[in-house]
């Protein structure tokens, strides 16, 4: 018996492990699934970018997820922003 638990702990240790919550960037996920395609990294790091505050990128995600036809909500849209500030605009609050 306990030869088979080893078997089978063995060909389990070769599995990938699973993602867990914590790993899990919603805003992440919302905007490689919906919003990269068209916006690679250069749209958020050129040299003449418009956005300058929060607000004004936040106002930019529900623009573009609206024209998506994506009916985000405030939790997408306040995820989205929170990636994209965190990853590329990094704008104090």
């Known amino acids: ?7 089978v702990l063995a060909c389990l240790a070769g599995l990938p492990a699973p993602v867990g919550a914590a ?23 050129r040299e003449h970018r418009q956005v300058t ?24 849209i306040d995820a989205v922003t929170d990636y994209l500030n965190r990853h590329f605009y990094r704008i104090a609050d």
């Open 23 to 45: 790993g899990f960037d919603r805003g992440q996920a919302l905007y490689e699934n919906h919003c990269r395609f068209c916006h690679e990294d250069w749209a958020h790091t």
């Open 53 to 76: 505050s929060l607000a004004d990128l936040r106002a930019r995600v529900a623009a573009w997820s609206v024209h998506a036809g994506l009916d985000w909500g405030k939790g997408e």
């Open 1 to 7: 018996m306990k030869l088979a638990a080893a078997a």
